[in-house]
């Protein structure tokens, strides 16, 4: 139901349902918001979002505040915008004010506040706060000194991600953020998904960062440098340059890696293409010996932490197959630089991801062997990004280059790695020839395809009828296993990105506080699976040649080896 | 210890988040203050994550998260102890204590809490240690009261 409004003297149309804030966004009025996240409860904390009503004698936030017929609203009287200004000085009041070295400056959403709202001199003084940084966890920094309590992060955390990981601590002025009993990130339940960070307005939430060690071994003659990039980078980069988003930069993304100085540039996809087919066959003898089904996918590492602490009984479940990045870091190591007359220990792995949680993961026991981490450091495809600025390249005048051999080439079952439902899309497809010897044609799975949150399908394949889930979104997984312990037998895989969209919605991925380009880089990917010609992991040509002539076939002894891992409980304070 | 925990948790029904309040207060009457183990199994208990009891329980004045010390002093920071100089009250009995507010000592001998008023306005500024009232105090006067108790352990 419509019907009319007057805003700044020009009547506009509302709907019923909305708030103030969506009815004036939908009229292209823009109010600054602080505390608000679009689809959640308004929170109505912050006070930014605030305009004048006629007829109501206080400000009016405009985020928590139903439209209403015959509405008269000014967003930007004196009143108001005197309003909005006094509060962002009041949060600037005791800020750091060290823009200058802020990992967010220049994209900063009290910056521009401030900016927008034209403060120019300090009006209050408050006692800067001195908390320390907490650099306990191996994927998120958190620097409390820069928070100006917003409370996005808490809401994304429980509301979104259902994980609560941080809450406001204390009250008054002393208010802060953090997990419980205020101590490290790295002994709370985060699961290093890096939600949190994608919301934060200002520098107080990051990825962990390591600038000298990787400029060390880019600059030192003995080490050979090696990075690989994920299925998602090559969509998502070109953002970072002002160019549209989802377009695929994947060649200029190769050759500008190696301006950098990087000697050997790898495709991730590859290591996707190698997990499928390992993760294929192992899921293919479960179903054989019916046993330990269903099986959790095991590529992200924020839902295998979250497994390990929330249902330690299910690990058993859960693929024991590396994620793509780990396999293809240890198969650098294992296969590669024996290949190219080096040592392992002389190689330094980068890896470039849409995700903080490979921080983590990379950093995890398990995945050193002797002494040689499979992946020695991660970037995300901000930090990438910011390092090819930092080196002066100029993306638009870069000529496409190839990935290296021996992993050159890649299927688009491994480029789909990086949707939500673009694995299993890929398991299906490598299953199907596994199980009756030949291609699949149904090759497009729609059900698969949708945003949602949670998605089935179910097919015949051979003698077995099979079932698919897929979550994304770690906040989804809850209700699925709890069906799967009540004794539901109908799904056989479940696929689970921790973010929402799966990593193409990843916790490394570009901020845009006000632009959300997930789906821009879903439909590329889905763009490339419809026009090239390889479609099928296991049909991929380098993987192929480094079965005949180093791992033999999915499951080898030397696959066990090097690309499959185990799990642990973990005690973490939940 | 534990059995008495539990014995105070299981006084309250399970999964009932309304508890919690009442649920911290039983825990810190009996054992002064709320320790980790004692918000994490009440969060197990009432199925609310860590962070939240914490959380909310540090949002009361009333909850201490450490354990008193034999000697537990309390400074107060009302309005009227304010006017009569409480702060440099506060300040020298840290400094004399080495001891910062909320803290408790290594040895257990003495802990320090700042409170709002307590209810003695016209004998501001005032102190309290272990429910003994020094009133209308003076800076000068802090190491002396303060070394009294330390002579008597
Ligand atoms: S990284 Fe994810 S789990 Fe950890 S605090 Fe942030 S939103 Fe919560
Ligand atoms: S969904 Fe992808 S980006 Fe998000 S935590 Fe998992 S692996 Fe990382
Ligand atoms: S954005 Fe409306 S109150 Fe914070
Ligand atoms: S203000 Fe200190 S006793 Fe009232």
């Known amino acids: 139901m419509l019907f009319d409004i007057e805003v700044n003297g020009k009547t506009i149309k509302a709907r019923r349902e909305d708030t103030l804030l969506m009815a004036l966004e939908r009229n292209g009025i823009k109010v600054p918001t602080l505390c608000h996240i679009k689809d959640l409860l308004p929170s109505g904390a912050c006070r930014m979002c605030v305009v004048e009503v006629e007829g109501r004698q206080g400000l009016i936030p405009a985020c928590s505040h139903p439209v209403e017929e015959w509405m008269k609203v000014r967003t930007h009287s004196p009143r108001v915008i005197k309003a909005r200004k006094t509060n962002t000085e009041l949060l600037l009041s005791n800020h750091p004010d060290d823009c200058l070295y802020c990992e967010r400056n220049g994209n900063c959403e009290l910056q521009k506040l401030a900016e927008d709202l034209n403060v120019r001199e300090r009006r209050f003084y408050g006692k800067k706060n001195k908390y320390k940084t907490d650099p306990s966890s191996a994927s998120l920094l958190r620097d409390p000194a820069k928070c100006i309590l917003c409370g996005r992060c808490i809401r994304v955390c429980e509301e979104i991600q259902k994980i609560t990981a941080l809450e406001f601590i204390g009250r008054g002025n002393k208010t802060q953020v953090g997990p419980a009993f205020n101590k490290g990130m790295n002994l709370s339940s985060c699961i290093n998904c890096g939600q949190c960070v994608m919301v934060c307005p200002t520098g107080a939430l990051a990825e962990k960062q390591y600038p000298a060690l990787l400029q060390d071994a880019l600059h030192n003659p003995e080490v050979k440098t090696v990075i690989q990039c994920s299925p998602t980078l090559s969509v998502t980069l070109a953002e970072e340059f002002g160019l549209r988003a989802g377009k695929d930069i994947e060649g200029v993304m190769y050759a500008a890696l190696r301006k950098l100085g990087f000697d050997y540039v790898f495709d991730t996809s590859f290591g996707a293409d190698l997990m499928i087919t390992e993760q294929a066959t192992e899921f293919y003898s479960r179903l054989k010996f019916g046993k330990l089904l269903p099986m959790f996918s095991s590529c992200c590492p924020a839902w295998i932490k979250y497994a390990e602490q929330t249902h330690p009984d299910l690990l058993e479940n859960v693929s024991a197959c590396k994620s793509p990045q780990q396999m293809l870091g240890a198969l650098v190591s294992n296969h590669f630089a024996p290949l190219a007359g080096m040592s392992a220990?002389?190689?330094?792995?980068?890896?470039?991801?849409?995700?903080?949680?490979?921080?983590?993961?990379?950093?995890?026991?398990?995945?050193?062997?002797?002494?040689?981490?499979?992946?020695?450091?991660?970037?995300?495809?901000?930090?990438?990004?910011?390092?090819?600025?930092?080196?002066?390249?100029?993306?638009?005048?870069?000529?496409?280059?190839?990935?290296?051999?021996?992993?050159?080439?890649?299927?688009?079952?491994?480029?789909?790695?990086?949707?939500?439902?673009?694995?299993?899309?890929?398991?299906?497809?490598t299953l199907h020839f596994l199980i009756t010897g030949k291609e699949t044609t149904q090759l497009k799975i729609q059900e698969l395809r949708s945003g949602k949150g949670r998605k089935e399908y179910f097919v015949k394949i051979g003698e077995y009828k099979l079932g698919f889930a897929v979550v994304n979104g770690i906040g989804n997984v809850e209700p699925l296993i709890s069906e799967i312990q009540k004794g539901r037998t109908d799904i056989h895989y479940i696929e689970v990105m921790a973010c929402e969209g799966g990593c193409v919605g990843g916790g490394g991925q570009p901020i845009h506080p006000e632009k959300n380009n997930i789906k821009a880089r879903a439909k590329s990917i889905y763009e490339l699976d419809e026009k090239e010609s390889n479609r099928f992991a296991h049909q991929n040509a380098s993987l192929q040649s480094v079965y005949n002539s180093f791992l033999k076939e999915p499951g080898s002894e030397l696959s066990l080896m090097h690309l499959y891992t185990t799990y642990e409980e973990r005690e973490v304070m939940k | 210890m534990q059995a008495s925990l539990d014995e105070i948790i299981s006084r309250y029904k399970a999964g009932s988040r309304e508890s919690l309040l009442p649920l911290l207060q039983d825990i810190q009457i009996e054992f002064g203050y709320l320790n980790e183990e004692a918000i994490l199994r009440v969060g197990q208990h009432i199925k609310l994550p860590s962070s939240k009891v914490y959380g909310i329980a540090t949002f009361y004045d009333q909850f201490r998260f450490v354990q008193k010390g034999k000697f537990h002093i309390k400074v107060c920071r009302g309005t009227s102890c304010h006017m009569h100089g409480s702060l440099s009250i506060l300040r020298e009995v840290e400094r004399v204590l080495n001891l910062k507010e909320g803290q408790t000592s290594r040895d257990g001998r003495f802990s320090l809490e700042a409170v709002s008023c307590m209810g003695a306005c016209g004998s501001a500024p005032v102190m309290n240690v272990n429910g003994e009232f020094k009133t209308a105090i003076a800076i000068q006067d802090i190491a002396q009261i303060i070394n009294f108790y330390r002579s008597t352990i």
């Open chain 1, 345 to 429: 220990d002389d190689i330094y792995s980068v890896s470039a991801m849409p995700c903080i949680a490979k921080k983590f993961e990379s950093q995890r026991e398990q995945m050193t062997h002797k002494g040689i981490t499979d992946v020695d450091l991660v970037l995300t495809t901000r930090e990438l990004a910011r390092l090819i600025r930092l080196n002066g390249i100029d993306i638009e005048q870069v000529e496409p280059e190839l990935s290296d051999q021996p992993y050159q080439s890649r299927s688009t079952a491994g480029k789909m790695l990086a949707v939500s439902g673009g694995l299993t899309e890929a398991m299906i497809r």
